[in-house]
């Protein structure tokens, strides 16, 4: 991905990315380069129960702990998913904050579990101890 499709088309209009819009999204990418996120990971009903949403999980896993750089993986999930929460939780996933009205659902809204996984051990060593 270059920055230059980093920096939405309406900022832009038809002018390249300048130096300083550059230089915000490298300072802002540079400060999140160590977090993946898994997004949109879905396995129709009639496909459950195998363990194939843990397989897909594992392999994310494992894609991300090859990647350099990268020591954690992100995800969101729709509160009340008790599948999808217990499936996150048993792969290594922990909650790390609730986002409420998170996504509007008909007249309604839900909210969303934000939850991390470490892929790479040293990030252990590196959270504070209280």
């Known amino acids: 991905m270059t920055i230059r499709r980093l920096v939405p088309t309406e900022a832009r209009g038809d002018r390249p990315a300048t130096p300083r819009e550059l230089r915000v999204l490298k300072c802002a990418y540079n400060k999140i380069r160590h977090k993946a996120t898994l997004f949109g990971m879905y ?3 009639r496909f459950r129960g195998p363990g194939l949403g ?4 594992a392999a994310a896993l494992e894609f991300a702990r090859s990647r350099a750089g ?7 999930v729709t509160r009340g998913n008790a599948s999808a929460e217990a499936l996150y939780r048993s792969c290594g996933f922990v909650e790390f904050g609730v986002e409420p009205l998170a996504a509007a659902v008909g007249s309604g809204y839900v909210s969303k579990l934000h939850l991390w996984c470490d892929v790479d051990p040293a990030v252990k ?3 504070p101890t209280s």
């Open 54 to 57: 843990r397989q897909l999980v």
């Open 125 to 127: 060593s590196a959270l």
């Open 70 to 76: 990268v020591e954690i993986v992100q995800l969101t």
């Open 43 to 45: 396995v129709p009903p």
